[in-house]
């Protein structure tokens, strides 16, 4: 498949390395020389340097060969008009597209990307996405990362293993022999910063962070299992009133009307505007570093405090801050990928990527075979695919233990209908189940393949 990215930033720079990992020909657009020349010497990729949305520079970049354009620049201007000009004079087929400014996403605007007008065929919005993440962990109290699979049906969680969790020391093969009735697989270990595809003999220890695949409904049990019974918080407050604040606080109020909200903001105008849209919350206009105003919005009190401010830095300090003061559990939202392994260290309880999110977003769509969905867990370690598996594939028709998986694939779940099945050995997988699995990055590649449609489905 033949790529052109437009914006050699932290997104597209990811999104270049995954793709021209997996064989693609991959041409990334920047006005940064120093940007390109440093993807180009890293990266099997051609860079370009010019502005995204010139129709020459696209043309440099083999627009007209291309099968899909990813303007993920800092400009939502130029991402769409970059769109429009691949669209219009180059035919490009699939356009992807960041679009950070609200406005533009509003309800009554949407009509702006019909077919006729800016032809985009998908649009990702970070803040949304983040505020989604986020979210989802307030679903599931102790965890630090939560993904929902299947339309609902299945969970991937991330949790960490306590001292005295139960299942510590324990061989993943006795997980189900201990646990019959809990429909859990373990498909990915953290440990000491390090990411391991677990063998069925592998033991969890204290202190690993464990990602499993669970059906929803035994989500709850198995965050006992796991030695977690934090109960779910009744008062939350938000450190940041940007786009991502205010968008979350909007949802949570949304979705959990129980909730007491309370957010900080520290530019005062930013704050009057966040106090008279979101009618009930209470919106502070002040520091998120100041203790006093952290002691008036009662963090030491609170459940869950959440820092999505736009500095790294202030948010790290206001959650250290925080969780001094007495707040049950702290999520923070970290932008540069090398603060992310040091402040799990420093009480940190879950971090919130906004580029990981992002580039989930983006590789579902790209990703080839009958793909669902796909989310990326951290840099380097693997992607969870939602995959559905057709009449041809290998996987069909034949117990798990008598298929030969490549290795860095694991089969968490199984979707039949409204059915979650928990893989074992005897389990069959009939065409069109849909399979949850983890895939190691050097294995997606092959899990693409084991859900192309073949020619002789046809």
Same mark, same amino acid.
Not at 87 to 96: D, E, G, R, S, Y
Not at 152 to 158: D, N
């Given at each position: 498949?033949?790529?052109?990215?437009?914006?050699?930033?932290?997104?597209?720079?990811?999104?270049?390395?995954?793709?021209?990992?997996?064989?693609?020909?991959?041409?990334?657009?920047?006005?940064?020389?120093?940007?390109?020349?440093?993807?180009?010497?890293?990266?099997?990729?051609?860079?370009?340097?010019?502005?995204?949305?010139?129709?020459?520079?696209?043309?440099?970049?083999?627009?007209?060969?291309?099968?899909?354009?990813? =303007?993920?620049?800092?400009? /939502?201007?130029?991402?769409?008009?970059?769109?429009?000009?691949?669209?219009?004079?180059?035919?490009?087929?699939? *356009?992807?597209?960041?679009?950070?400014?609200?406005?533009?996403?509003?309800?009554?605007?949407?009509?702006?990307?019909?077919?006729?007008?800016?032809?985009?065929?998908?649009?990702?919005?970070?803040?949304?996405?983040?505020?989604?993440?986020?979210?989802?962990?307030?679903?599931?109290?102790?965890?630090?990362?939560?993904?929902?699979?299947?339309? @609902?049906?299945?969970?991937?969680?991330?949790?960490?293993?306590?001292?005295?969790?139960?299942?510590?020391?324990?061989?993943?093969?006795?997980?189900?022999?201990?646990?019959?009735?809990?429909?859990?697989?373990?498909? +990915?270990?953290?440990?000491? @910063?390090?990411?391991?595809?677990?063998?069925?003999?592998?033991?969890? !220890?204290?202190?690993?962070?464990?990602?499993?695949?669970?059906?929803? *409904?035994?989500?709850?049990?198995?965050?006992?299992?796991?030695?977690?019974?934090?109960?779910?918080?009744?008062?939350?407050?938000?450190?940041?009133?940007?786009?991502?604040?205010?968008?979350?606080?909007?949802?949570?109020?949304?979705?959990?009307?129980?909730?007491?909200?309370?957010?900080?903001?520290?530019?005062?105008?930013?704050?009057?505007? =966040?106090?008279?849209?979101?009618?009930?919350?209470?919106?502070?206009?002040?520091?998120?570093?100041?203790?006093?105003?952290?002691?008036?919005?009662?963090?030491?009190?609170?459940?869950?405090?959440?820092?999505?401010?736009?500095?790294?830095?202030?948010?790290?300090?206001?959650? &250290?801050?925080?969780? #001094?003061?007495?707040?049950?559990?702290?999520?923070?939202?970290?932008?540069?990928?090398?603060?992310?392994?040091?402040?799990?260290?420093?009480?940190? /309880?879950?971090?919130?990527?906004?580029?990981?999110?992002?580039?989930?977003?983006?590789?579902?769509?790209?990703?080839?075979?009958?793909?669902?969905?796909?989310?990326?867990?951290?840099?380097?370690? @693997?992607?969870? &695919?939602?995959?559905?598996?057709?009449?041809?594939?290998? !996987?069909?028709?034949?117990?798990?233990?008598?298929?030969?998986?490549?290795? +860095?694939?694991?089969?968490?779940?199984?979707? #039949? +209908?409204?059915?979650?099945?928990?893989?074992?050995?005897?389990?069959?997988?009939?065409?069109?189940?849909?399979?949850?699995?983890?895939? =190691?990055?050097?294995?997606?590649?092959?899990?693409?393949?084991?859900? =192309?449609?073949?020619?002789?489905?046809?």
């Amino acid at each position: 498949m033949k790529v052109v990215i437009c914006g050699a930033g932290q997104v597209g720079s990811s999104i270049a390395r995954y793709l021209a990992g997996g064989g693609n020909s991959v041409t990334v657009i920047d006005q940064s020389a120093e940007l390109i020349q440093r993807l180009s010497d890293t990266h099997d990729v051609r860079g370009i340097v010019g502005h995204a949305s010139h129709p020459d520079v696209l043309a440099e970049a083999g627009a007209e060969e291309a099968d899909m354009i990813i =303007a993920v620049t800092y400009a /939502d201007e130029v991402n769409m008009v970059a769109c429009e000009v691949a669209h219009a004079l180059f035919n490009v087929p699939t *356009k992807i597209a960041r679009i950070r400014a609200q406005v533009y996403l509003k309800p009554r605007w949407r009509t702006l990307f019909a077919n006729d007008r800016l032809p985009i065929d998908v649009i990702i919005s970070p803040e949304i996405e983040v505020a989604h993440a986020i979210t989802r962990q307030l679903e599931v109290p102790g965890a630090f990362d939560v993904l929902s699979m299947a339309g @609902g049906l299945v969970r991937v969680v991330g949790v960490r293993c306590l001292a005295d969790c139960p299942i510590v020391n324990t061989p993943l093969r006795q997980l189900s022999g201990l646990f019959p009735d809990l429909n859990i697989v373990v498909v +990915g270990l953290i440990r000491d @910063g390090k990411p391991i595809i677990p063998e069925r003999d592998q033991m969890m !220890l204290a202190g690993d962070e464990v990602y499993f695949v669970a059906d929803t *409904k035994h989500v709850q049990r198995a965050m006992l299992a796991f030695g977690h019974e934090e109960q779910p918080g009744r008062r939350v407050v938000i450190i940041g009133g940007g786009n991502i604040g205010i968008y979350l606080a909007e949802e949570i109020d949304e979705r959990f009307p129980q909730v007491s909200i309370k957010l900080i903001e520290l530019d005062k105008a930013r704050a009057a505007e =966040a106090s008279q849209r979101l009618s009930g919350v209470v919106v502070f206009n002040g520091d998120g570093l100041d203790t006093e105003i952290l002691e008036e919005a009662n963090v030491g009190t609170a459940e869950t405090v959440i820092a999505v401010t736009d500095d790294d830095e202030v948010n790290v300090l206001s959650s &250290i801050l925080s969780k #001094r003061m007495g707040a049950e559990r702290v999520v923070t939202l970290i932008n540069k990928p090398t603060y992310e392994p040091l402040v799990t260290n420093l009480g940190i /309880d879950a971090v919130i990527n906004p580029r990981t999110i992002t580039v989930s977003q983006i590789l579902q769509h790209v990703r080839r075979g009958r793909i669902r969905a796909v989310h990326t867990l951290r840099e380097g370690f @693997g992607e969870i &695919i939602e995959a559905e598996a057709m009449e041809t594939s290998a !996987l069909v028709g034949r117990p798990l233990r008598e298929i030969n998986l490549p290795a +860095g694939i694991i089969v968490g779940a199984v979707v #039949r +209908g409204t059915t979650v099945i928990s893989p074992r050995g005897a389990t069959v997988i009939k065409a069109d189940d849909r399979v949850v699995l983890m895939a =190691a990055p050097g294995a997606v590649r092959k899990v693409e393949k084991m859900f =192309a449609v073949r020619l002789e489905y046809f």
